[in-house]
């Protein structure tokens, strides 16, 4: 099975600051990954997917890259409504065994 | 307007069974593949069964024997059959549609892009 790794688990960080995320699977799964954003007590919503295509309605400051194994989650200029926790996930497995990053909470500093 | 509604959810004994249903709006759900994720207390998410639009499905390890996805295509709504419960299964379910991507070749879902709210399922005696 294809295991995912998220780091940091958790960050602080103010608003107007540049957000980092990394996610690495377990073994290669070319572009086949996609980020979500959950709030609390809220369903997850998709913010990426196929690595880097920005989801319809989703603003641009949130950007997605990598390929094979390791991928980034990047919030260019973080607003208050981006303190949430995000996830990766991939899609790679065949049959279908869908597997997700353990999160990152992103909190206020 | 695209719109998932679960239900069903609730208090149940280990060992016992319960029906989650998913009622959808704004497409179909036989036209789509989609599936249950679900996330226990203060926990991360956990991919739990998908059922494709030809109807194939395919379950996680930690349910399957256990849990059951099916659809009706006259009510357009999904369910998940869940037999031998057990605490670990304690958990709020969502549904969700998902889009497809090409690997290997092969029609394949991929990102999980409508959600419903969720339903709590609760296994204690």
């Known amino acids: 099975d294809i295991q995912m790794t998220q780091s940091p688990s958790s960050l602080s960080a103010s608003v107007g600051d540049r957000v980092t995320i990394t996610c690495r699977a377990s073994?290669?799964?070319?572009?086949?990954l996609n980020w979500y954003q959950q709030k609390p007590g809220k369903a997850p919503k998709l913010l990426i997917y196929?690595?880097?295509s920005l989801q319809s309605g989703v603003p641009s400051r949130f950007s997605g890259s990598g390929s094979g194994t390791d991928f980034t989650l990047t919030i260019s200029s973080l607003q208050p409504e981006d303190f949430a926790t995000y996830y990766c996930?991939?899609?790679?497995?065949?049959?279908?065994?869908?597997?997700f990053g353990p999160g990152t909470k992103v909190d206020i500093k | 307007e695209v719109q998932l509604v679960e239900s069903g959810g609730g208090l149940v004994q280990p060992g016992g069974s319960l029906r989650l249903s998913c009622a959808a709006s704004?497409?179909?759900?036989?036209?789509?593949?989609m599936s249950w994720v679900r996330q226990a207390p203060g926990k991360g998410l956990e991919w739990v069964s998908v059922?494709?639009?030809?109807?194939?499905?395919y379950y996680a390890d930690s349910v399957k024997g256990r849990f059951t996805i099916s659809r009706d295509n006259s009510k357009n709504t999904l369910y998940l059959q869940m037999n031998s419960l057990r605490a670990e299964d304690t958990a709020v379910y969502y549904c969700?549609?998902?889009?497809?991507?090409?690997?290997?070749?092969?029609?394949?879902?991929?990102?999980?892009?409508?959600w419903g709210q969720g339903t709590m399922v609760t296994v204690s005696s």
């Open positions: 059922i494709y639009s030809g109807g194939s499905t």
């Open positions: 996930q991939q899609s790679y497995s065949t049959p279908p065994l869908f597997t």
């Open positions: 073994q290669s799964i070319s572009s086949y």
């Open positions: 196929a690595a880097s």
């Open positions: 704004g497409f179909t759900v036989s036209s789509n593949y």
């Open positions: 969700a549609r998902m889009t497809l991507v090409v690997v290997t070749a092969i029609l394949s879902p991929d990102a999980f892009d409508i």
